[in-house]
């Protein structure tokens, strides 16, 4: 049966309507994709991979298409600094990383990131904090002249290190692969839905302090790994982990140089098999759980809503459960005396490009994970808060009105808070450590 020419216009316009509403929801309300499956392997290939995360790699080691371990790296192994509670947790202070920002200069403008490597191959490439200062030293103050060129105005520009610095910790890899599978749809909507609530003050008082954290895009999308969220995928993460940490080249990322040699090059060290083996068994770690047993936990999981800290750790995110992140970046440090903003970098009286655009400030960190924080002592970015207390009331900046709501509970309730907290725990399924020992750092 033929439709009327008025009938076919009803239809059409009746499924474009339809169309437009499905892309709405899905633009504004959607999640994304369901996750259906979690993150898989072939067993043999989680095998080979979990190998070549604990082997201990040497310069020209046999199982390298290049040069090997190097020539500067800051472990031998990728079990050196991911033991905490299982084969790939995170690992303490002894194993943090130095990384670093060189600001532009006069004699030149490019902004550098990068990492102070602990140790080299070659004792003529050992990188130190200080060596980088000599390669990049303070600025001296100059006079500028600013102003209406026909009656300029002669100011100071101070002197300034154009080398900063930060302690960064080794985070966990239980759920990476989950957390992969999180779409960047779902960390977007999250972050608006939370900016919607706020200008139009639904959310309780309590809330209406906490800024909404700043989405990171880079290459590959929203970054959900890293402490700046620097990393899009786990892949990349990997990838950029093996150059730095290892000097291991993989087909994406060449191994990191000294800074005493920029222009050394080699051929990757691991093949695209063994790069993918490596990225299957990080992938399939299992998830972090919450422990039951513990009868204030309810009561603190409750104060943990209401206290605000759900607020950007929050529990559910894109089909992944007890998460408890945002992938947000925020400040938590409290103003610096005096008033004004974190300040790092040249004067604007040099006339020199400062960070680039969207790059996170020194004082912005990604929110991390909570899932098996019990068992990943002790906190922060840098690992200078002990316990899980001291890690809350280090919480200024964006997150001060939770601290201070925290510092309002009494005794009895803050100590549920930190039991829940206490629940959430490294997986008890966690492949043990063939070779404990490779917590040492395997010093030569």
Known sequence: MRLSLAGQRRVIWSGTIAAVAVLAYWRFFSDGLPIIWGPSARASEIAEGRELFEHEWTPNDARAGGDGLGPVFNAKSCSACHFQGGLGGGGNVEHNATSFEVFPRPDDPRFLTGTVHNFSTNPAHKETARKLRQMYPTVPAREVRTGDPRCPTTRTAPEYDPVHTQSVQTTALFGAGWVDLISDRAILKNARNRGVRTAFKEMSVEFDSIPVGRVRHVAGGVGKFGWKAQFATLEEFVAAACANELGLGTPTVEQARPHAAPHDDAAPDLTKQQFRALVAFVKTLPKPVEAGGVPEAARGK???????????????????????????LYSLDDPQPGGGEYAVGPSPLFGLPARPDGDPKPNEWKTPALWGVADSAPYLHDGSAPTLHDAILRHGGDARSVRDKYNTLDPGDRAALLAFLGTLKAPPDAPPLSNPSVTTLGKK
């Not at 605000?308 to 992944?320: E, F, I, N, Q, T």
Request: proline residues 4%; charged residues 20%; glycine residues 14%.
């Open 302 to 328: 409750e104060l943990f809503g209401t206290v605000g800290c759900a607020v950007c750790h929050v529990p559910d995110m894109g089909g992944v459960k007890r998460v408890y992140s945002d992938f947000l």
